[in-house]
């Protein structure tokens, strides 16, 4: 299985920059995943990193170091509606097929 | 657009009663699986399937059972439901293989109170 690590909780003001970072350990990596989900819903899909280096996607960008085991979500210009649990999950290379999550890091943007 | 549908939203049920989840997915993926999802836990894999028929325990199976006997239906079984099975249940669904992109998609997710 995989230990993936993301902190629990973070604040920040409307406009501003949130970093969330995501570390984990895994036997065979194929792939890390972010994903947001607002209070109540269902996660939806926001980014894709297998190869190291930064995806940017309008407001958000992920990043992917495999050689430290390491990923982060970045989120620019916040919107209050960007408050959200936002999920790491790792896909291992002998179960493909299977996404391992982390325990979410709630993002709450303030006025 | 991918559209995973699961049956109840919100059910409350007694200890030691028999309870389905079910889900269906329109997009003829091979993969479905059945998550729970905790405060501080995240979300927990139960059960997959990646065909017909075919079933994978995941990481948390104890006190479940699956049932797959079409493509787009995946159905999660509480034999005997106790309070500690209390949950959110979020039934999801994927291609299958790890090509550049694949994701699953969730369905709104079953908020199951056993009482």
């Known amino acids: 299985g995989q230990n993936i690590d993301q902190p629990t909780e973070m604040t920040a003001t409307e406009g501003a920059i949130v970093q969330i970072n995501c570390t984990y350990q895994?036997?065979?990596?194929?792939?890390l995943f972010w994903y947001q989900q607002h209070a109540g819903e269902a996660p939806t899909f926001l980014s894709y990193?297998?190869?190291?280096g930064l995806e940017e996607k309008g407001r958000f960008s992920s990043f992917l170091s495999r050689s430290k085991g390491y990923s982060y979500l970045l989120l620019k210009e916040l919107q209050m509606k960007d408050s959200a649990s936002y999920l790491c999950?790792?896909?291992?290379?002998?179960?493909?097929?299977?996404?391992?999550f982390g325990a979410g890091t709630t993002v709450t943007v303030r006025a | 657009d991918v559209k995973v549908t699961q049956s109840s939203r919100y059910l409350v049920k007694r200890t030691g009663e028999k309870v389905f989840l079910e889900c269906v997915q329109d997009m003829d993926h091979e993969n479905m699986f059945w998550y729970r999802q905790d405060p501080g836990l995240g979300l927990r894999l139960i059960y997959f399937?990646?065909?017909?028929?075919?079933?994978e325990k995941g990481d948390i199976p104890e006190g479940y059972s699956v049932s797959r006997e079409k493509k787009e239906r995946f159905s999660l079984i509480l034999e005997s439901a106790s309070t500690s099975q209390t949950s959110m249940y979020l039934c999801?669904?994927?291609?299958?293989?790890?090509?550049?992109?694949?994701?699953?998609?969730f369905g709104e997710g079953s908020w199951l109170t056993v009482v």
């Open positions: 895994t036997s065979g990596f194929n792939g």
């Open positions: 999950a790792v896909r291992d290379l002998s179960n493909d097929y299977k996404l391992s």
């Open positions: 399937s990646y065909d017909v028929k075919m079933k």
């Open positions: 990193n297998v190869l190291d």
């Open positions: 999801a669904s994927s291609f299958a293989g790890s090509f550049s992109g694949n994701t699953i998609y």
